[in-house]
């Protein structure tokens, strides 16, 4: 089991699940703008590689975990043309601006939301044929049981496709990405979404986060058979594949 250093978003004493609620409900309204902004517009690319794993498979039935407002779930319908994807978040303020973007882009028949604490889902075993998940597990308050239900509510050789913040590893863009998320993002996420706290503590989840073969080691004791990953952007960002 992999002890995950438990970091909140804000020093009130409440539950972590209930202070990133909270926190994404804060930052909804200016939340796309920003993770536009401060990835330079490149968290787009990253979530089309994340999807093009998934194309050969050709899969109907997807969830999107820690869907937010919708980003990753919107372009998986255009790329991959599923019969349904479902968006599960805890945060109902991301998921508000997710129906509307879906409503303006025609694919209200395709993708619906549900509010769901993705550590303990309502969906059957083996209901969807990949989950995917875009900048959100890093939340989880128990990433162990997180990914466990992920692989639970995934078919029998089903796949899931992760893209997540990581830290580079390699001279100098690690010391040039430490220098970036520890003043220019916390700073400028200050200014825009008006929350002190919500951009701080979204680096200090990246650095404590599982990562490349540690995570490996996470998702096949999740329950996952076969597990890969690739560093992209000088390891700014990590996708990781896996089946059950």
Avoid at 59 to 73: N, S
Wanted: proline residues 4%; aromatic residues 10%; neutral net charge.
């Amino acid at each position: 089991m992999y002890k995950q250093e438990e970091i909140k978003p804000y020093n009130d004493g409440t539950e972590k699940a209930g202070q990133v609620e909270q926190m994404f409900d804060n930052i909804a309204p200016t939340y796309d703008q920003l993770n536009h902004r401060l990835s330079w517009d490149i968290d787009r690319r990253w979530r089309k590689k994340a999807i093009r794993q998934l194309a050969p498979h050709h899969p109907k039935q997807i969830l999107d975990i820690a869907t937010g407002t919708g980003d990753f779930a919107i372009l998986a319908a255009q790329m991959l043309q599923p019969e349904r994807i479902v968006g599960a978040d805890i945060s109902e303020g991301m998921m508000q601006i997710g129906q509307q973007k879906v409503k303006d882009k025609g694919l209200v028949d395709i993708i619906t939301f549900a509010r769901e604490d993705c550590t303990s889902m309502s969906f059957a075993d083996n209901t969807f044929d990949a989950v995917t998940a875009a900048f959100g597990i890093r939340n989880f308050s128990d990433l162990d049981k997180g990914l466990t239900e992920m692989c639970r509510v995934l078919k029998h050789g089903g796949h899931l496709s992760i893209v997540e913040l990581t830290t580079p590893v390699s001279f100098p863009m690690k010391q040039l990405f430490r220098l970036y998320s520890h003043t220019v993002l916390p700073l400028y996420g200050k200014l825009i979404s008006k929350d002190q706290s919500a951009y701080s503590y979204l680096t200090r989840t990246i650095e404590a986060f599982p990562q490349g073969e540690t995570m490996m080691e996470v998702l096949r004791n999740a329950g996952f058979s076969q597990s890969s990953f690739r560093r992209l952007t000088f390891g700014i960002c990590t996708m990781y594949f896996a089946t059950k």
